[in-house]
């Protein structure tokens, strides 16, 4: 029996919605949502009315009976640490979601969002690996300092279901198998997956790991504190997740428009180019070495895996470590629909938050 689903995806300035019967996408829309409208709103979780009104009118667009529907799954959101998994959606989990427990994220609407339709029509509502999911091993919480314990913040979802793809690729289970797996999107995460546990991994949100297109990764942390003494509070963070990486050094995060800098001739943006691999390949030999060199393959994965040249580049640095599997883009809503298929069909067992 192919159980209908549908998937809800909000991001920072959109919200793409799906709508899956089993496996097979039956539609997708991306809405996008301006800089005008979204200035409206002080906080993420006022956009809720918003965000759900747009949702119901894409799907009346569409034409599609929401009777037929077997479950509605959202991406979520920072919430407390959790292991990866399938979560149903219930009252705590939707209180953190919108406190912003440990944060605020366009995704925290996605599970609330998803209960206000599944509750219309007496369904259960899912959230799929979160970004907070938590397996870290414990040496690897220590910060440095007392003060601050290192957080498990990545994008789990695309890493899990690209760990799994790459194992089936190797004939095994994504347990059974030891992979660094690098997320190259807007934000770098790079992670440790051991026998199906993330045990070490980059905090995507929090100035850890290289830079990428928007963010800055590791900064000199003392020049950085007393630079950002001189700009106002909203603007620190924003140096560090938004206004970093290739925004700071070429006013873009677009790496296509890096590209055709390069094409050119542009000199700067072809060192920009270059650093930007070069990081991502430390930090994949770090994780290769969190691994004790017990690596089966470096899937690399996310927009920045559409492009050859810089995919070549990063290739040169680590290809002695173990094979590369690259996995070019990502598919959230896919690995949402998944997620929501293995509890409809009885594979996996729902969690509890
Ligand atoms: N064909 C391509 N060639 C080169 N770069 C590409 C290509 N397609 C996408 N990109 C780049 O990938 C980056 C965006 O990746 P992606 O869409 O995975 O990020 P995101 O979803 O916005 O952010 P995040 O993954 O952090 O949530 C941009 O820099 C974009 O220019
Ligand atoms: C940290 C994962 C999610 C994001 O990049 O926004």
Known sequence: MAFETLV???GSTSTKVAVYGGQDQLFQDEISHSVSELKQYDTIIDQFNYRLEAILSCLE??????????????????????????????????????????????????????????????LSAYIVDPVVVDELQDTARYSGSKDFERKSIFHALNHKAVGRIAAKGLRKEYQDANFV?????????????????????????????????ERSGNLPLWEFTRKMQEVPASEVYSQIVGKGGLVSYL???????????????????SQV???????????????ATVLKGQVDGIVLTG??????????????????????????????????????QRVLDGTEEAKHY
């Open 303 to 340: 927009g920045l895996a559409r492009s050859p040249l810089f995919i070549e580049k990063i290739q040169q640095y680590i290809d002695w470590i173990a094979p590369i599997i690259v996995v070019p883009g990502e598919d959230e809503m896919g690995a949402l629909n998944e997620g929501a």
């Open 61 to 122: 667009t569409h034409h599609y009976p929401l009777e037929n529907l077997a479950a509605v799954v959202g991406r979520g959101g920072l919430l407390r640490p959790i292991e990866s998994g399938t979560y149903l959606v219930t009252e705590a989990l939707k209180n953190d979601l919108r406190v912003g427990v440990s944060g605020q994220h366009a995704s925290n609407l996605g599970g609330l969002i998803a209960d206000d339709i599944a509750k219309r029509q007496g």
């Open 8 to 10: 809800i995806n909000p």
């Open 251 to 269: 006013g873009t995060n677009d790496l296509r428009e890096v590209q055709r800098m390069m094409d050119e001739g542009n000199e700067v943006a």
């Open 273 to 287: 180019f270059e650093a930007m691999a070069y990081q991502i390949a430390k930090e994949i030999g770090a994780y």
């Open 181 to 213: 797996i690098a997320h190259l999107g807007g934000g770098v995460s790079v992670g440790a997956h051991a026998l199906g546990k993330v045990i070490d991994v980059n905090n995507a949100l929090d100035g850890e790991g290289p830079f990428s297109p």
